[in-house]
C-alpha cells in the first residue's frame, strides 16, 4: 500500500527513528503523540500513515530530544535515567 503524505514543511522520520534519538521505548514515543485528557496538544506532532505506521516530525523530536538531555545533565529531571531504546516486538 502507499502512502502520500504532503507536509512540505516537515521532516518526517519514523516512530523507531524517535524512539532512538529521544533513548526510549517505541511505545512512549507513542504515548507522546497521543493528546492529554485535558484537551490540550500532544507533546509530539504526528501523523498516522498506516493502522501501524506513525510519522514524526524530526525536527521537533530533536528539540525535545535535546531539551531532556539539557534538563537531565542539569540535574532537574528526577528518577531512573531513561532505559534507552527498545523497539517493539
Excluded at 524517535?18 to 521505548?25: D, V, Y
Excluded at 496538544?41 to 500513515?49: A, D, R
Excluded at 539539557?70 to 532537574?76: N, Q
Amino acid at each position: 500500500m502507499l502512502v502520500a503524505l504532503r507536509e512540505p514543511k516537515r521532516t518526517l522520520c519514523s516512530c523507531r527513528e524517535a524512539a532512538e534519538l529521544l533513548g526510549c521505548t517505541m511505545g512512549r514515543v507513542r504515548q507522546l503523540c497521543r493528546k492529554p485528557k485535558d484537551g490540550g496538544e500532544p507533546v509530539l506532532w504526528s501523523k498516522k500513515l498506516t493502522d501501524r505506521a506513525l510519522a514524526l516530525d524530526l525536527a521537533q523530536v530533536k528539540r525535545l530530544a535535546a531539551a531532556r538531555q539539557k534538563a537531565r545533565d542539569a540535574g532537574i529531571v528526577r528518577g531512573a535515567r531513561p532505559g534507552g531504546f527498545a523497539p517493539d516486538t
